[in-house]
């Protein structure tokens, strides 16, 4: 699925379990298994590492520790199956869900360690997804024919948009909890590998491509372009993952800038005060509430900018609520229209939040040039990110003072992703000459 050279790969899963052991105080080991193409599905240990007591130095274990170890298992092997212990890795790779063990004790899928006389530790297992229509795939294959199925019977994935890649393994000091703040943060880190990955293989798509442009006779020019032409149709994707960085970054940003000024968060206390506003209305759609809740708590994980994102609440939240109170028959109640009306100009204003003055001037901790260049760069609604767009917010980033979460790994993700603009742009670029040429008769 994910065709990468071995040293790429580990090189990858290495720089994400460094992110992970470096930000969780309680993990101590992490490891990333690579899950290959279906219908073997082969998980291997590709890296694992151990954090030392301070906290400063890791050291990376590979051989003779896994049962995942070269040459791995096949589906067929770790998949559930009546008679035989249940593992944390079939239900990652099958329900695309993740694995919290918060009592190892009594873990239903560490049967199998127990029978062998070891106790696992707390520890949290995450899948990497990536979206099938990302992917790609050798000779217009169908992903969907080469699906394995369960004990069951049933294909696997068949109705996810997604397929799994890799699973992250962070192992715990201390006890964890489902759903707690590590494997948050371990689910939006795996997200951050899905990405990398991807991005890597589809740098070395191009460069392929690139390389057989140079070496096929004129007569093969049309099918080379198709091939190129389709590969830059993931040039959009390019710009998606660049966006989904600055929204990162404008939500570190946000966060930090609230707690150390002794805010709350504007936009949570809003979505609450409309969520308790849906609950005290009457006579109106289940249906239009429920969903209108769900697009308020979705609004919750999204950090998009400001005139891109009073236009969401608009069109998302706002529209919704007038068709609700038109419904209802609250438009009588001035004061509980009133209180709908003030949640949702705070949730506007919660948009503007890390560019807010009065914040700004009270936040002390970062020179005030700084602030107010890297609060114009992360807070610009652009359509297509430049090189130099990317290099003014790589260079900020360098600053140490801005103290963010995950500053290094987003300044690196910028630095590949910008690079990787620069391929596609240069790759147009040849394409578009070659096709002048031939179209025109230049080439003989």
Known sequence: MINLEKEILEKACKEIIETILFCLPNAYKGTVYYIGSPPELRAVRVASGVIDEKRQKIEWELEGSSDFDYPGKTWLEYRDEPGRPLEAMAWCVEKQKSWTSEDPRNDIRSERYKREGILEDYHHMEPVLIRKSDLVIDNNKSLELDLPFNYEGKKIWENSEYIVVAVIKINFHNPIKINGPETKIIKKLSRTLGTELLSYQLKNESLKVMKRLAKEKLDTCNALAHTLRNALAKSGLIFSLIKLELSSLREQWEKKLLKDCNQKE??????????????????????????????????????????????????????????????????????????????????????????????????????????????????????????????????????????LPYQEKSRKSLIRLKALLEIMSELEHNINTILNQVLNGLQK
Do not use: H
């Open 266 to 403: 504007l936009k949570k206390e809003a979505i609450q005060e409309l969520n308790r506003a849906l609950e005290k209305m009457g006579g109106s759609s289940d249906r239009l509430k429920k969903s209108l809740a769900e697009v308020q708590n979705k609004f919750l994980d999204m950090s998009l900018p400001p005139d891109m994102g009073e236009k969401w609440v608009k069109m998302q939240i706002e529209e919704k609520w007038n068709k609700l109170l038109n419904e209802a028959g609250n438009r009588n109640n001035k004061q509980y229209v009133e209180e709908v009306k003030q949640g949702i100009e705070k949730l506007k204003k919660s948009l503007y939040i890390g560019k807010d003055p009065n914040l700004l001037s009270n936040y002390k901790k970062i020179p005030d040039n700084l602030k107010k260049e890297w609060t114009d760069l992360i807070y610009k609604n652009i359509d297509y990110p430049d090189p130099e767009f990317l290099d003014r917010i790589s260079r900020l980033l360098e600053d140490k003072t801005l103290n």
